[in-house]
Nanobody, 125 residues
Framework: VQLQASGGGLVQTGGSLRLSCTAS????????MGWFRQAAGKEREFVAA????????RYADSVKGRFTISRDNAETMVYLQMNSLKPEDTAVYYC???????????????????WGQGTQVTVSS
């Protein structure tokens, strides 16, 4: 599975962005997809995840109610709609794939075998 994240940019506090992740490979529809982020000087952290069948989603407490993860298995795409952005959301955002989680949405970094290159999101105050 190869992943390509896009959609990052500079936005003001309270604004919105939509991140996209394009996936290639045979196992997309059976793979859980996750979004993680890493701010400068900090460890990578979980943001959101969706199961391979789309029936299960998980969110970090810090983004619940503001971010929405979704997927389109026909287009092999996963999205992260980010609303009400805050300066603390500034980070490089990564999409990742877990080939073995069709029905669950893992939150642990170690569960994901494949990673995209990351896209920068900067929220100005």
């Amino acid at each position: 599975v190869q992943l390509q994240a896009s959609g990052g940019g500079l936005v003001q506090t309270g604004g919105s962005l939509r991140l996209s992740c394009t996936a290639s490979g045979r196992f997309f529809s059976s793979s859980a997809m996750g979004w993680f982020r890493q701010a400068a000087g900090k460890e990578r952290e979980f943001v959101a995840a969706i199961s391979g069948n789309g029936g299960s989603t998980r969110y970090a407490d810090s983004v619940k109610g503001r971010f929405t993860i979704s997927r389109d298995n026909a287009e092999t795409m996963v999205y992260l709609q980010m609303n009400s952005l805050k300066p603390e959301d500034t980070a490089v955002y990564y999409c990742a794939a877990d080939r073995f989680s069709t029905n669950t949405a893992p939150t642990l970094i170690l569960a994901y075998e494949y990673w995209g290159q990351g896209t920068q999101v900067t929220v100005s105050s």
